[in-house]
């Protein structure tokens, strides 16, 4: 699982947020901080409707919190839709970036994702055998 910290420390640098000593948390990014988790919810909730997953799953509230993502998908595309979600009102043009490498990240993860296989239902009867009704 991936934390909201883990994906924020991510977003953080890519937007170039971090401080001298390298760390996402100061006093700079407070206001980032507090909507974090609220997006990533959004983020987690829009992911698990994508793929057709409709248990009920925890939201998360705080910065140690897990998110119910795997680690490659937490930490490739989640941090590019946390920067353009966080970044949306105060400067368009890096949001906007962020927002499109996200969805391509996203794509590509959906693609990869194994098919469901299920059997299909013979909807018309015994056509497709052989077998036709009289009209």
Request: proline share 4%; aromatic share 8%; hydrophobic share 40%.
């Amino acid at each position: 699982m991936t934390t909201v910290e883990s994906v924020f420390n991510a977003a953080m640098g890519l937007m170039d947020e971090l401080d001298a000593s390298g760390e996402a948390r100061s006093a700079d990014t407070m206001e980032y901080e507090l909507r974090a988790p609220s997006i990533l919810n959004a983020l987690t909730a829009e992911l698990r409707t994508l793929t057709g997953e409709d248990g009920d799953w925890l939201p998360a509230e705080g910065m140690e919190d897990s998110l119910p993502v795997d680690s490659n998908y937490g930490l490739a595309a989640m941090p590019y839709g946390l920067a353009a979600n966080l970044l949306v009102d105060e400067n368009p043009a890096p949001a906007s970036f962020f927002q499109q490498r996200y969805e391509e990240l996203r794509a590509v993860y959906l693609a990869r994702r194994k098919a469901s296989i299920e059997d299909i239902e013979m909807l018309y009867g015994g056509v497709g055998q052989g077998e036709f009704a009289r009209w």
